[in-house]
């Protein structure tokens, strides 16, 4: 029974599951929270076949069992690997009671309408699972110091938009949506309020970024993440006579965001230091 004793009682956003403490299998199914425990210094077992950050390169190799996709679970592939712990969130988050089945499973989806909140909680989660209390609040601690010091440089840079591109077409993200982060915790100042903050945003035009005028515009390039447009395809669509009036782009206040970062990593440590940090520079440039 002496075992038993150790387990821990998780609490997660699909409820509580009871884990064994320091679980030595674990799979991550979530990029946030790869890359927390990456940060953390935790080895995981098995991994997502995904476009990795370079940091998280590593997780591309064959060391690591691959079970599946950020979507899709290799249930078999999950089943062979015998793990201690699964965590899910954010796109796999939707096969928790499938995955729940196989091992003990917990769900960091990040909640857009509590960003920081929900990371913190996640952060010193993984911390006390693994016994990193100590790294989690080191990080923690680092992460929230520069983003005050980013909040008092945004007070005053301006107003700004955020919009993702993907395929041609763009899409503004605003106060409480996926990405509001930008304006709720970076501080950034929304140049338009009210914006739809469905998980796809709101469809939007040259005109509307013209008319709503930011004084800086952040742009994500989904296409960088699907392997498309070589880079370049968020400054084809941005690129024209409407968009080239705003205060954004006639003081090169355009600022090209980490896609695999925002639109993959989301919430996890090292992603919010990198957004956090390139943000900030571009803001101190002016």
Do not use: C
Not at 20 to 46: I, Q
Not at 161 to 178: C, D, F, I, N
Not at 194 to 209: K, P, Y
Not at 242 to 270: F, I
């Amino acid at each position: 029974m002496a075992s038993q004793a150790q387990d821990l009682k998780v609490q997660h956003s699909k409820g509580e599951t009871t884990i064994p403490a320091k679980p030595k299998k674990v799979l991550a199914l979530d990029m946030a929270s790869l890359d927390t425990l990456n940060t953390l210094g935790v080895e995981v077992a098995g991994v997502p076949t995904a476009r990795f950050p370079d940091y998280l390169a590593k997780y591309g190799s064959d060391k690591y069992q691959k079970v599946g996709t950020l979507f899709e679970p290799d249930y078999e592939a999950v089943n062979a690997t015998e793990p201690d712990l699964i965590i899910v969130g954010g796109r796999s988050s939707a096969k928790y009671d499938d995955i729940a089945k196989i091992a003990p499973t917990i769900d960091l989806t990040v909640d857009p309408k509590d960003f920081m909140g929900s990371v913190k909680r996640n952060v010193r989660l993984l911390g006390k699972i693994f016994d990193k209390q100590a790294e989690a609040d080191a990080q923690l601690a680092k992460l929230e110091t520069s983003m005050a010091a980013l909040r008092q440089e945004t007070a005053k840079a301006g107003k700004g938009l955020l919009v993702l591109t993907t395929g041609g077409k763009m899409s503004a993200y605003g106060p409480g949506s996926r990405f509001g982060i930008l304006h709720g915790e970076f501080g950034v100042v929304p140049a338009v309020e009210g914006l739809a903050t469905t998980n796809h945003g709101q469809a939007v035009t040259a005109e509307f970024i013209l008319t709503t005028n930011p004084d800086w515009l952040f742009v994500i390039d989904r296409d960088v993440v699907a392997g498309r447009g070589g880079g370049s395809a968020a400054k084809k669509v941005l690129d024209n006579e409407l968009v080239a009036k705003t205060t954004a782009w006639s003081k090169g206040q355009v600022v090209y965001l980490d896609p695999v970062n925002w639109y993959l990593v989301g919430g996890g440590l090292t992603a919010l230091q990198a957004s956090v940090d390139q943000i900030a520079k571009a803001v101190a440039k002016k």
